[in-house]
C-alpha cells in the first residue's frame, strides 16, 4: 500500500515536472503545441449582431452562483445569482429574496456550486429547468430557463458535502443527492474516532413536479459511511438505477491518503431507485425528524417564502430487496459516467492508469445468478470479473470524468497527465489525445449527459491558469478550454476564463430555450402586496417605527419622487413596483447609506429595499440602471427629520 502511494506521489511530482516544461514554452508557441486549430479565430468568431449557438451553463464554484456563456464565443453572457448574495441585483439582499437564502442554519448568503444538469424528458435535453447543487451547505437549486432565475432552493438534510449532486434521471423524475461527507446521522456528540460502523452517508432521491419543477424529498437511502463522490443516472436500458462512486470504503476518519487509499478497490454503488420507489409508495421508509428549508420565489408575487420542513422519509437498503450492489472499482474513483446507450458505467478511479468500464447487461446477469463476492453491511458486492466490460489501457494519469459524444465515443479528463482522451466505447482503444493547460478536473459535451449529445464541442474546465493570461496578482482566472470535437482528432479553439471555479457545465442548443427565455411579468398579474400597480396606490404609510413607501417606476421617474415624514431611527420599506411591460427594460434602485445593496427590478415585478436611516437630512436616490436619455433624470428625494 505504502507502494502505491509512492508511486502515486512520484507521478505527481512527474506530472508536475511536465506542466512546469509546457509553461515555460516561448509565448506563442503554446497555443499551437496544444494542437491549436489553424483558423481556430474564425470557428469560435461570432460577429457583431450574431449570437452563439449554445448556452453554456457554467458552475461558479466558490463564487455560488451559475455562470451563462455562450458558445462557441465563449463570451459571458450573464451571472446567475443562487446560492450567494449579488450586489448587482439584489438577489439575497431584497425583502423579496432574502428567504431564498435561509437554511436550517439560518440565512447562509454563500455556498460553492458545483454541478448543473439540465432537466430532460425522454432521456433529451428538454430546456426547462437547469439544477445545480451547493456543496457546503446541502442545498439544490432549480433555475427556470423561462426567466433565467432561481425559482426554488431545497435544502438537504443529513447530509453533508452535497458533492454527487444535482444529477436528474432521464425523464426529471428525480434530481439526486449524495453526501461526500459521512456524517453522525442524526448528527449527535460522539468521538470522531467511533467513525467506523456509526457515521452513515446518504443518497437523496427529490421528486420533481413536472407541471412547476417543485421538489420535494420522496425519500433518502441511509448508506454505508463510504464518502459518496458522483453519481450518474441510468439511461435508456439502465434508467430506473442511479449510480455513485466512493472514495472512502476503508472509512477512515482522517483522509490521509494512508488511511483512504489502502483498499485496491473501492465501489461504485447501483441503486435501482423504481423498486425503492415502489417500496416507499407500498408505505415502506421510516420517517425520522429532520429539519430543513424549503424555499420557493413565487411568480405571482416575486416573492420568495421559506418553509421550514421536520421530518424525512429514510429507507434502509436492507430491507428492500434488490434496491443496492456494490461494483468494485480500482482505485478511488472520483467520476462515474454512463454512456448514452445506457450499457457502460465509467468508473475513473483517479489514483488508477486504467479506466475501467463496467457492463449494466452483465451486472443484471450476476445479480440474476446472484453471484456475488462477499458483502458490505449486508449490501451484496459484485465480482469485477463477471461485471467488467472493458479496460482502456493506460490512457493517462489520474482519470476524473468521462462525457460521450454522438458517435460512440467517450473523452475523458486526466488531471494528473492533464490531458483529454478520446478512446471508442466498446474496443477501448485510445483514439486521440490533446494537452490541456492546465489540470482539468470535468469536461462537458453539450447534451453530454444524455441520450442524445450534441458532439460538436468539448469543453475542458481547468483548475489552474498558469501563463494562459494576463497575471492578476496571486489569484489567476480559472478557466476553460474549447475544442471542436466533430472530426477524428480533437482541435483546440479557444481558451476562455471563467468565474470562481468552473467545476461542471451544461449545454444546450440556444434553439432549444431562446424562444422562451423572453418571459416577462405581466403587470395586470403581480399579486405583491405591497405593489403600486396605479398611480392611486401610491402612497406612505406609517406603522410604528416602519414606514413603508409604495413606489412605481417608468422611464424616467420614480412615484413619490419626494419623500417626507420619515425619521431617523425609523426602518423604511422602498416597495417598488417596475410600470415597464417592454421585455428589457429593468430599473435600479440607490439610497444614499444604504447597508444592502442596490435593487434591479425587472419589469411588471416588485422589489423591496429596505434602508434604515441614521443621519439628519435630505437624501437622494437614483436609479443605478441605463434605461433612456432621461436615466440621469430618473431621481428623487427623501427627507429624514430628527427623531
Ligand atoms: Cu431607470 Cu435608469
Redesign the pocket.
Known amino acids: 500500500m505504502r507502494k502505491s502511494i509512492n508511486i502515486f506521489i512520484s507521478i505527481i511530482m512527474v506530472a508536475g515536472l511536465v506542466s512546469c516544461n509546457d509553461g515555460g514554452q516561448k509565448k506563442g508557441k503554446r497555443g499551437a503545441q496544444g494542437g491549436l486549430a489553424t483558423n481556430a479565430a474564425e470557428r469560435v468568431y461570432v460577429a457583431p449582431g450574431e449570437l452563439d449557438e449554445y448556452y453554456a451553463f457554467m458552475s461558479g464554484g466558490f463564487s455560488g452562483q451559475l455562470a451563462v456563456y455562450g458558445l462557441p464565443s465563449g463570451r459571458l453572457l450573464k451571472v446567475l445569482p443562487v446560492f450567494s448574495q449579488n450586489p448587482e441585483n439584489g438577489w439575497g439582499y431584497s425583502e423579496e429574496t432574502k428567504p431564498m437564502l435561509n437554511t436550517s442554519f439560518g440565512f447562509v448568503p454563500w455556498d460553492d456550486s458545483h454541478h448543473p444538469d439540465i432537466s430532460q424528458t425522454n432521456g433529451v435535453l428538454d430546456g426547462r429547468w437547469v439544477f445545480i447543487n451547493g456543496n457546503n451547505t446541502p442545498r439544490i437549486a432549480r433555475i427556470d430557463l423561462k426567466n433565467f432565475k432561481t425559482e426554488e432552493i431545497l435544502e438537504i438534510p443529513n447530509s453533508a458535502g452535497n458533492h454527487s449532486s444535482s444529477f436528474i434521471t432521464e425523464n426529471t423524475e428525480y434530481v439526486v443527492a449524495g453526501t461526500r461527507f459521512s456524517v453522525p446521522i442524526p448528527q449527535k456528540d460522539m468521538s470522531i474516532k467511533d467513525y467506523k460502523g456509526n457515521f452513515k452517508g446518504s443518497l437523496t432521491f427529490i421528486k420533481v413536479d413536472q407541471e412547476t419543477g417543485r421538489m420535494n424529498i420522496k425519500f433518502q437511502l441511509m448508506m454505508p459511511g463510504f464518502n459518496y463522490d458522483l453519481s450518474h443516472p441510468g439511461r435508456d436500458k439502465s434508467h430506473g438505477w442511479f449510480f455513485f462512486t466512493t472514495y472512502n470504503t476503508e472509512e477512515a476518519h482522517s483522509l490521509l491518503e494512508v488511511n483512504a487509499s489502502q483498499n485496491d478497490k473501492d465501489f461504485i454503488a447501483a441503486v435501482n431507485w423504481k423498486v425503492i420507489e415502489e417500496y416507499v409508495n407500498n408505505g415502506g421508509g421510516t420517517k425520522v425528524p429532520a429539519k430543513y428549508a424549503h424555499n420557493i420565489l413565487d411568480e405571482n408575487t416575486h416573492t420568495a417564502t421559506s418553509t421550514m420542513l421536520d421530518e424525512v422519509l429514510t429507507v434502509n437498503p436492507m430491507d428492500v430487496p434488490g434496491a443496492v450492489y456494490f461494483l468494485p472499482t480500482p482505485k478511488s474513483p472520483h467520476g462515474c459516467d454512463v454512456d448514452p446507450t445506457g450499457e457502460y458505467i465509467v468508473g475513473n478511479g483517479k489514483l488508477s492508469a486504467d479506466l475501467t468500464v463496467h457492463s449494466f447487461t452483465k451486472m443484471l446477469d450476476a445479480i440474476e445468478k446472484k453471484k456475488f463476492d462477499g458483502e458490505a453491511y449486508g449490501i451484496p458486492i459484485l465480482n469485477f470479473e463477471d461485471i467488467l466490460a472493458g479496460v482502456v489501457k493506460q490512457p493517462g494519469l489520474g482519470p476524473l470524468h468521462t462525457e460521450f459524444d454522438d458517435k460512440g465515443n467517450a473523452y475523458t479528463t486526466f488531471f494528473i497527465s492533464s490531458e483529454v482522451v478520446k478512446w471508442k466505447v466498446g474496443t477501448w482503444e485510445v483514439l486521440d489525445r490533446q494537452p490541456v493547460f492546465y489540470s482539468v478536473g470535468h469536461g462537458m459535451i453539450p447534451g453530454g449527459n444524455s441520450r442524445k449529445p450534441f458532439g460538436k464541442y468539448f469543453i475542458a474546465l481547468n483548475k489552474i491558469t498558469k501563463d494562459r493570461y494576463l497575471p492578476t496578482g496571486p489569484e489567476l482566472t480559472q478557466s476553460a478550454q474549447l475544442f471542436d470535437i466533430s472530426g477524428e482528432k480533437m482541435e483546440l479553439l479557444l481558451d476562455f476564463p471563467t468565474i470562481g471555479e468552473p467545476h461542471y457545465a451544461a449545454a444546450i442548443p440556444a434553439s432549444m430555450i431562446a424562444p422562451n427565455s423572453r418571459k416577462i411579468y405581466k403587470l395586470a398579474e403581480n399579486k405583491h402586496p405591497y405593489a403600486a400597480l396605479t398611480d392611486g396606490d401610491v402612497k406612505v404609510v406609517r406603522d410604528g417605527k416602519e414606514v413603508h413607501i409604495y413606489m412605481n ?1 417608468i ?2 421617474h420614480f412615484n413619490p419622487d419626494n419623500i417626507e415624514g420619515v425619521k431617523v431611527g425609523d426602518k423604511v420599506f422602498f416597495h417598488i413596483t417596475n410600470h415597464e411591460q417592454d421585455f428589457d427594460v429593468p ?2 434602485f440607490a439610497v444614499i447609506g444604504a447597508n444592502n445593496a442596490e435593487l434591479l427590478v425587472v419589469p411588471g415585478a416588485t422589489e423591496t429595499l429596505v434602508w434604515e436611516p441614521k443621519q439628519v437630512g435630505v437624501w437622494p436616490f437614483y ?6 436619455a432621461l ?1 440621469q433624470e ?1 431621481q428623487g428625494y427623501v427627507r429624514v427629520s430628527p427623531a
Open positions: 417606476m422611464r424616467s430599473h435600479g436609479c443605478t440602471d441605463f434605461c433612456s436615466h430618473m
